[in-house]
């Protein structure tokens, strides 16, 4: 099974957005740095992004303040820091996967496997993104501070839980669902049973898209003996990716009804409207997944942008209720 797509710049990745800004716009001696960052790929920010802004969402539904200046500062912050950290993550990752990554027909084109960077020059990259993320995690309270930090810890395993475990997509769902809880702590000053269980239904959708993201190289990664949840679910895909969606809409549902006890009705029904509606995007994804279709496995991992938009309207409603 092949997941290319066909791409007419050089050195362009063959899961690139189509006409992404890195390869139209780009000064060419960046470009490859860029693409080590995925920044030509904007579905990881946002997949990180997103669990940020359910946390600082629904913090302010729990803490049933205002929206602040500083509230926007949060946001904007988790949106500085998901495109850097993401950045940081995947140029991290394919430090570590360069061998394997060469090896697999989808990700042999990425810069460090196909020569266009060095492993010194990566991690130089590394170091420069991981610095600005610092500075702009300094600016917030101390327990998202150490929230920030401690999240390393997970994005530093990831590139090596496929090597152990057949669950390498529940470790990145830990790093990647990680906001909601630093930025639930950044408005809120510390970390509540909401923001827990937000973050576990975060996980929960992860384990469901990158499930489906990850069968476009079970092929390539049995050959290899890379572990995935699409090789260990294999045919029972589906049924898996149906108990991943009532996970994720339950666990979400919970941390809305234990953060709006004290909030207005309104505000409650606002704020449940989002796991709702996100519920019935991924029974919609479900339905159209496709494990011999890579273009179809794509499009609905992309689609999941929109899956997470959702819920982060419907918290930002329930907080101006």
């Known amino acids: 099974m092949s997941g290319t797509i066909e791409t007419p710049e050089p050195g362009a990745v063959p899961d690139a957005a189509p006409a992404n800004w890195v390869d139209l716009h780009a000064p060419r001696a960046w ?32 803490t049933g303040a205002r929206p602040s200046h500083y509230d ?24 570590t996967d360069r061998d394997i990554d060469a090896r697999v027909a989808r990700t042999r084109a990425r810069p460090i496997p196909s020569g266009q960077v060095t492993v010194r020059q990566a991690l ?19 327990v998202a501070i150490g929230l920030g930090v401690l999240s390393l ?10 090597r152990v475990t057949w669950w390498p997509q529940a470790v990145l769902g830990v790093a990647f669902n990680w906001g909601a ?37 079970v092929e390539d990664d049995a050959v290899i003996g890379v572990k995935s949840t699409a090789r260990l679910f294999g045919e029972a895909t589906p049924l898996w990716l149906r ?3 009532v996970a994720t809409v339950l666990l979400i549902g919970l941390a809305v009804v ?35 279709d890579p273009r179809v496995l794509l499009r609905l991992f992309r689609s999941n942008r929109d899956a997470g938009l959702i819920t982060a309207v419907a918290f930002a409603l329930a907080a101006l209720a």
């Not at 740095?33 to 997103?50: F, K, V």
């Not at 495109?83 to 140029?91: N, S, V």
């Not at 130089?124 to 101390?142: D, F, H, M």
């Open 181 to 217: 809880l630093l930025a639930y702590a950044a408005h809120a000053g510390r970390v509540e049973w909401p923001a827990v269980a937000l973050w576990l239904g975060g996980i929960a959708w992860t384990l469901f898209y990158d499930t489906i993201y990850a069968h476009q190289d």
């Open 258 to 292: 234990v953060a709006a006890l004290d909030a207005s009705p309104l505000a409650l029904i606002l704020a449940l409207a989002g796991p709702w509606a996100m519920g019935w995007h991924l029974a919609w994804q479900l339905q159209r997944f496709d494990p011999e």
């Open 243 to 245: 108990r991943f969606l």
């Open 72 to 95: 926007l500062w949060i946001a904007l912050a988790c949106a500085l820091g998901a495109f850097l950290m993401r950045g940081a993550g995947c140029t991290w990752n394919d430090i």
């Open 153 to 162: 810890v997970p994005v530093a395993l990831y590139p090596f839980a496929k």
């Open 31 to 62: 470009r490859p740095y860029l693409r080590l960052s995925r920044a030509d790929r904007p579905i990881g920010t946002w997949l990180l992004l997103l669990p940020c802004w359910w946390g600082l969402g629904l913090a302010l539904v729990a």
């Open 124 to 142: 130089l990259w590394l170091a420069a993104q991981a610095g600005l993320s610092l500075l702009i995690l300094l600016t917030l309270p101390p």
